[in-house]
């Protein structure tokens, strides 16, 4: 069963903040939106590029290399649904950030 991973502060992920993190080696992408943190796939699946250097237009994540845009909420790409970055789960508690990967 996989568990829970502290990956930031809660307090370290600003309203509308790209954080780059790493668990176990896996680039994660932590959002703050709204007041919810969401967890993604750092790296863009069309060349690579980092997301955490991308744009955040309400849910909408730009890739800074070819303009991909992506729904920090479910991962999707929206030129393609069937192309979704990975997401994770998030759990804030007692100051912390958590995620759970599917592994």
Not at 80 to 88: G, V
């Amino acid at each position: 069963m996989p568990a829970w991973t502290v990956v930031a502060e809660a307090d370290a992920i600003g309203e509308g903040e790209l954080r780059a993190v790493s668990v176990a080696g896996l680039p994660i992408l932590l959002v703050r939106r709204q007041g919810q943190v969401y967890a993604l796939d750092e790296r863009c699946p069309h060349l690579g590029c980092s997301l955490a250097r991308g744009t955040l237009e309400g849910y909408i994540l730009k890739c800074p290399c070819h303009d991909w845009r992506f729904d920090i909420r479910t991962g999707e790409f929206l030129a393609a649904p069937e192309i979704r970055l990975p997401t994770y789960p998030v759990r804030e508690a007692a100051g912390k950030l958590f995620i759970v990967r599917g592994d």
